[in-house]
């Protein structure tokens, strides 16, 4: 366990997901410290981090630093092996989504964390978009009354491939497992494992190396869930449509905390992630329609959460048991998009706790 109430936190990677997705939230809240990083870009985060010790390769960093806390940003394909070996040495683990790119792994690094008594969690940061905090609120409060369609879109306008990892013919590559996550893993809070799912996955466009669009249809004994993503929406996206017995919500755009993140915003005041008037989404009842207030979200909760799972051992903000529940979707959406089949989920191997 960190000594006092300080967690020494090391990263590996340096990239998008490291700098504007954890960093902003280790380098400004308690008790996390930045300590050490492995990346390629050892001149640029030694003119920004002086103090941190920079590695340029990832194993070495792991046996040579201190760190209670290794975060993965590392391409999707390592984080398996960064992960055994982080765990194998005593260090907490926080893996950026997906979890692992195979099964098979995932149980394994479960057991692993299981056995040496550290925690295991995987970066699912989207449970505290706004939107999301607000379907759930009226899911609670019965606005919409017995939900029989859900609608979830993460489209965006890409019509061009760009050279980067995500978009190659890697392991764990493609818009699937690249965004596919944050749609199931919200899905599952929100009503649990489907009885079945029928997908299509596929390459839209023609220079593409691996999958850039997908639509996945969760089946739930009284319900439909539609999870979606286009590389060819230019129009305002669709976030969340929900229909039920009472009523339907509708959300268009993201979450502003990425955008606020990326120009530089530090998610310090309380009420940094809050949406604008103009971006609220609206209800659709017999009576007319209804502006609704965007709860406030904030992925610096995931981080707090996190902080106490390691120093008081309190509950992990997202499982490695749930996060392992995507992959499983992941596998059986593949299967269903290459056979052209709806294919039934087995539960018995499931947790969602």
Not at 51 to 71: S, T
Not at 171 to 192: T, V
Not at 302 to 327: D, H, K, M, T
Request: hydrophobic share 40%; with cysteine.
């Amino acid at each position: 366990m960190p000594t006092n109430t300080e967690i020494k936190t090391a990263i590996i990677g340096y990239g998008f997901s490291a700098t504007t997705f954890h960093l902003p939230f280790i380098l400004n809240l308690p008790p996390f410290r930045f300590t050490a990083v492995s990346t390629s870009k050892g001149e640029q985060v030694r003119q920004q981090h002086p103090e941190v010790a920079v590695y340029a390769d990832a194993d070495a960093m792991l046996a040579d630093c201190d760190a209670d806390l290794v975060i993965i940003t590392a391409p999707n394909d390592a984080h398996y092996a960064l992960a055994k070996r982080a765990l194998q040495l005593g260090k907490h683990v926080v893996l950026e989504k997906p979890f692992v790119t195979r099964v098979e792994h995932g149980e394994e690094l479960i057991a692993l964390a299981r056995q040496q008594q550290r925690v295991l969690s995987v970066y699912h940061n989207r449970r505290w978009d706004g939107d999301f905090l607000t379907v759930q609120k009226l899911l609670a409060e019965g606005n919409l009354g017995a939900v029989r369609y859900f609608e979830s879109h993460f489209d965006r306008f890409r019509p061009e491939v760009r050279k980067r990892w995500r978009e190659s013919a890697a392991e764990g590559g493609g818009i699937l497992f690249d965004l596919g996550p944050h749609l199931l893993d919200q899905a599952l809070h929100l009503f649990g494992l489907p009885v079945a799912i029928t997908a299509q996955v596929g390459t839209l466009r023609p220079q593409a190396e691996v999958d850039d669009f997908f639509h996945l249809t969760l089946h739930y004994p009284d319900r439909l869930a539609v999870l979606r993503s286009s590389p060819f929406c230019a129009s305002p996206n669709l976030r969340f449509e929900v229909q039920g017995t009472a009523g339907s919500y509708v959300k268009s755009g993201l979450d502003p905390q990425e955008d606020r993140l990326k120009t530089g915003r530090l998610p310090v005041p309380a009420n940094w992630a809050r949406e604008t008037p103009e971006q609220y989404g609206q209800l659709y009842t017999a009576d007319g329609m209804t502006t609704v207030t965007t709860e406030t979200g904030g992925y610096q909760h995931y981080f707090q959460q996190l902080a106490r799972a390691i120093l008081e051992g309190g509950e992990v903000p997202v499982s490695a048991e749930q996060a392992l529940c995507n992959i499983r979707l992941i596998q059986l959406a593949l299967q269903s998009s290459a056979s052209g089949q709806t294919v039934a989920v087995d539960d018995r191997e499931w947790s969602l706790r």
